[in-house]
T-cell receptor, first 113, second 112 residues
Framework: GENVEQHPSTLSVQEGDSAVIKCTYSDSASNYFPWYKQELGKRPQLIIDIRSNVGEKKDQRIAVTLNKTAKHFSLHITETQPEDSAVYFCAASRGQAGTALIFGKGTTLSVSS | EAQVTQNPRYLITVTGKKLTVTCSQNMNHEYMSWYRQDPGLGLRQIYYSMNVEVTDKGDVPEGYKVSRKEKRNFPLILESPSPNQTSLYFC???????????FGDGTRLSIL
């Protein structure tokens, strides 16, 4: 079945450094790719999303890139801050109809000051 | 304020005792889903609904039931809970396909 692979599973950076999380997906019909941030004990919250007709999207310190040919998409966080510490999940829509989101297993990001 | 409300937030119960986790949304969204979150496995979809009286299985539907009798509510039913259903459950809603998904605060279930 369809799946989404996410790497790395853990990532530790110094405050001010950049962090990159990568995902690959298997369903070539996927056309919607959101990223969620989940702080400890809280619900996942959408931080950025991208659709298949766009190669890159940026929102302040966060950017997402999409390579549909290679079925890769990545989250880039610049100038990291301690409050960026959380678990990050990527997801891809199932099929062109997008009736479901298939999530990666998550990346635990730790930003130390 | 846009809200997805789950109840209860925490529940400890015993094997075989039927339980229902409620989910209610005030955003008039068509789509609602249930996920379970387990360490190292991420979020896995249990069931989803695209509209009233329209439901379908997700990736891990065994042992669960849902209903969608009205647009705002999407309860998750465990007819005969077992310990392997101990997990953190999230309800989520979105306006339509390929739109941002909004999660509830989660329900932590422990089945002994």
């Amino acid at each position: 079945g369809e799946n989404v692979e996410q790497h790395p599973s853990t990532l530790s950076v110094q405050e001010g450094d950049s962090a990159v999380i990568k995902c690959t997906y298997s369903d070539s019909a996927s056309n919607y790719f959101p990223w969620y941030k989940q702080e400890l004990g809280k619900r996942p919250q959408l931080i950025i999303d991208i659709r298949s007709n766009v190669g890159e999207k940026k929102d302040q310190r966060i950017a997402v890139t999409l390579n549909k040919t290679a079925k890769h998409f990545s989250l880039h966080i610049t100038e990291t801050q301690p409050e960026d510490s959380a678990v990050y999940f990527c997801a891809a829509s199932r099929g062109q109809a997008g009736t479901a989101l298939i999530f990666g297993k998550g990346t635990t990001l730790s930003v130390s000051s | 304020e846009a809200q997805v409300t789950q109840n209860p937030r925490y529940l400890i119960t015993v094997t075989g005792k039927k339980l229902t986790v409620t989910c209610s949304q005030n955003m008039n969204h068509e789509y609602m889903s249930w996920y379970r979150q387990d360490p190292g496995l991420g979020l896995r979809q249990i069931y989803y609904s695209m509209n009233v009286e329209v439901t379908d299985k997700g990736d891990v539907p065994e042992g669960y039931k849902v209903s969608r009798k009205e647009k705002r509510n999407f309860p998750l039913i465990l007819e005969s809970p077992s310990p392997n259903q101990t997990s953190l459950y999230f309800c989520a809603t979105r306006r339509s396909n390929n739109q941002p998904q909004h999660f509830g605060d989660g329900t932590r279930l422990s089945i002994l």
